[in-house]
């Protein structure tokens, strides 16, 4: 088990961070990434500004950004990161039936992903 | 170089998956990925339907969907996947204020993933 | 492009590695991930003996071998391992249709070992 | 943990899919994968129909399929599948000597894929 | 091929980014990683913040970071990656001998790597 | 869980490796990846004395040894090795400064090797 850092526990810089989180989610909790995260107080403060700043209102729906966050997830092998943005995105309104096509669309990816690598396939002109 | 099997040197069982991808996409072309897949036909075909049954119109719209084969496609690091899935991806309507938003969070989910992955972050129970 | 060791110009530790190929493998040449490695004459030869001990007779066929390794070498993505263990597959004796169904194989337990990894699937018992 | 879809509260498609691995399997039980699958129906047939037509008797034996199977799902890092797959191979055969060369083979693998690709080596004419 | 940014043709953020990048290094050059990411703009801003960051002096000697990071590029599998950071981490002092250790250490950490998971191997109560 | 092979059940191949194990760190215990790797006892033999060669005195110091194993440890997400390798540095001398520098060099490589490899960016000339 990681050591998990608790509010009070940590000293001014981390629990600015925290503030921070709590203030931007309207919740009273910091999640489990966080308090692992605060071993490195500086690495807490650029990865939650920088998480932030990518994940701020865009072109892109909030939904779809919480999509496309667990498709990467799930297609690197982070469970943690595959729960907890599952359970995000679900509730910026992902529904049962989306979550079923991007299953879907992830496991294809990961199929032709590796048979393209495995048959060293040249890119078409067209697609460059 | 892997072995590209043409139209012309294919036999009737490719040859029906090329025709079918060339009606379903209204082209004249069949890309290098299927005819690299030909070496194996039973495999091309198997391929070609699950593929046109996952990215078929469903609840997500079809650029949703191939933004997301392409989030996973840069996560897995196929460089002939991420090629055609953004080619196709901006002949669906990405526009480049979408493909750098995507672009971003397919970074920021990468740093994430590790760090939750090298801290062995315990999934908070709300997540689950 | 890295540097590529050539007999002529190795070292008395190099040389006598690349003769122990040439000996086993009954050629005149020495392919270039041993050109490559040879960088670092310990781990050459630590490789060399590693792999020469992995890749004995055993209880597996010599094509059987090459076929793991190349299954091994295609869904961790090296291309200079997936083309070369093709080809010793190959001369060991792997037809086309064991190609066809090693791809296939490939493919499918990429998808499968995504959509497990995504859906986090509790091992059942009776597997343990 | 994930959802996993019992069969007294599957809907029809869902339980045919149910039917269609017992029967294939012999057994009166679905192991966790397709319970966890379950969440995406289409999903669900799809992946049964192709894991069946990829596994079914062909040129390769059944206990090679699954010990190659197995060497992907090691290299791929799925817990789960890594699992399943080597109780699969053992129930087709694979014994202990042969299990033992198998994970030799998918170390020294790991080893040689990330030292070539660390070293970027050029892929030798002779292996195109 | 990606687009690249020159910055002849680059708008005055991208332009303010590629002069900090030149100022750091003290060259007139910007490598193509830059080039390449200008396509998002804010991304590239917050990317060269946070390697700045990162890589600033600390506790680790400037070539200890950038053996570390080559290490990790290496492991990852990115070719560019691993190009620059060796480059980098030869300016900074690394000699033969040391990347020598270090290519020796990163495949052997891919060879125990794959097999603490293939064997699944439960953490000892002595390392949490 | 795997089979651990413990000392009392192991034949005299096994209890060579042990007892190496054990002269060479200096304990009374052998640590659970050795147990695992037993199914395989030449695999046993063959992954220690590489290790030994590996890990041996040289160039780099102990530390930073240690320090490149568990970089490249926590880039390819090995739980095992990542805990196995941080509690080897910490007892060989790394602080937590150390620790969170190194943490925050694997989280931003992770991050530019996706980048680099998502836009495929070519290798500059002066980097070869």
Redesign the interface.
Known sequence: ??KLVEYADAGPAVRAVYDAIMAARGTT?V???WK??A?????LK??WE??S???AP???SPV??E???L??????????????H??AARAKGM??????????????????????????????P???
Chains 1, 2, 3, 4, 5, 6 share one sequence.
């Not at 071993?39 to 690495?43: A, F, K, R, S």
């Not at 498709?71 to 907890?84: E, I, P, Q, V, W």
């Not at 496991?107 to 048959?119: K, Q, V, Y």
């Open positions: 088990m990681p909790e999640n489990n990434f692992a995260l071993v490195d107080p500086p690495g650029r990865t920088s998480l700043q990518v994940m865009g072109v892109l779809m950004k999509m496309l966050y498709a990467a997830s799930m297609t690197s092998g982070c469970a943690y990161c595959t729960a907890s599952a359970a529904t049962d039936a989306e979550y079923g096509e991007l299953l879907a669309i992830v496991g294809m990816a990961a199929e032709t992903n590796r048979l393209a690598e495995a048959l060293r396939v040249p890119v078409d067209q697609f460059e």
